[in-house]
């Protein structure tokens, strides 16, 4: 899950392990069982999008993952990645600095959930 506070469009994808891609571009992807949506957290003024893939569903592999930046005006916004293996959270914090660095990990051929 992606959250970030701020003006900017900031967007995630994730290549899931049939090297299909995942994004706000390509929301479903019938082969790995991967799925985006995007919303607003009123309750944090958080904008939020999200890729997963159903609880023992997602193909077995590395899921690469990218944060783009799209900035809309001068100033840097802070954004919170935050990745669910097999039901344990690990959280990430960004700021736009590392934005289309191309950032991916390895998640030793488990599953995102």
């Keep these: 899950m992606l959250s970030w506070d701020g003006d900017n469009d900031i967007a ?9 891609i995942i994004s706000w571009q390509h929301p479903l992807d019938i082969k790995s069982g991967g799925k985006f949506e995007e ?7 958080r904008r ?15 899921y690469p993952y990218y944060i783009h930046s799209f900035e809309t005006d001068s100033d840097d916004d802070t954004w919170i990645l935050t990745i669910y ?12 600095d590392a934005a289309d660095e191309g950032l991916g990990v390895d998640l030793g051929g ?4």
């Excluded at 995630?12 to 299909?20: C, G, K, L, R, Y």
């Excluded at 293996?85 to 736009?96: A, I, M, Q, R």
């Design 85 to 96: 293996v097999d039901g344990h959270k690990v959280c990430l914090l960004y700021t736009s």
């Design 12 to 20: 995630i994808s994730v290549v899931a392990p049939t090297e299909s």
């Design 39 to 45: 919303y607003f957290d009123n309750q944090n003024s």
């Design 48 to 62: 939020i999008e999200n890729i997963y893939f159903a609880p023992d569903e997602g193909p077995l592999g590395v």
């Design 110 to 113: 488990r599953r995102i959930i």
